[in-house]
């Protein structure tokens, strides 16, 4: 049987609550992952569209976030991402709607830590060995959209660009590094150049002319 690795692997967790976020930053401490705390769904949503995440974990009482609505936006935007649900009062009819919304399970508060260790280590290992996109060839409309994005191009105008939706840009960005290995712009730069996909031209310094001084002209 292979072995599975969750090494440099990353978990979200959106909770409104430190003391949440830290019970459970300290069971997650065994782990080799990098955790990454957002107190707001929308920071959390934006930081999706541009690096890869492995887990989020949503707090489901976190002050101004609706924790089964912004299950459903993830599960609309990111449908292969698996979502735990934490909470401290979650009765039988919200439990349900958390999982049909497509959580991987409702946890309940206090948690224990063995148990809560098992299911995320799970969920990884099942990540990791499911990952259909890593090391498979880019698509020519996924290379269009790359060379944009190494030029420097936000979604918005590779959009308006290649005469694409917003939506369209997002998914091919999120396709194209999860097939590379990379999580954020830098890491996707230097596999580009390691592996000549792209030319990328250095920025040339713009000739400037001699400042004459009055009355005298150049020799």
Known sequence: MAVVTIAAQHIFIVDGERQVFQAVGEALGSLDAQVTRFARAGKCLERLRAQRCDLLIIELETPNIDGVELLKEVKQSAPWLPVLVMSGHADVS??????????????????????????????????????NYLGKPLTQAEIRVLRLVIAGKTNKEIAYLLNRSIRTVEVHREHFMRKLGVDNL?????????????????????ETKPIEAPGTSPE
């Open 186 to 206: 830098v890491d996707l730069v230097k596999r580009v150049v390691a592996m000549n996909m792209v030319d990328i031209e250095p920025h040339k310094k713009k």
């Open 94 to 131: 919200t439990a349900v709607d958390a999982v049909k919304a497509g959580a991987e399970d409702v946890i309940e508060e206090p948690f224990d830590r063995n148990d809560f260790l098992q299911k995320v280590k799970s969920i990884l290992e099942d990540g990791a060995a499911n990952n």
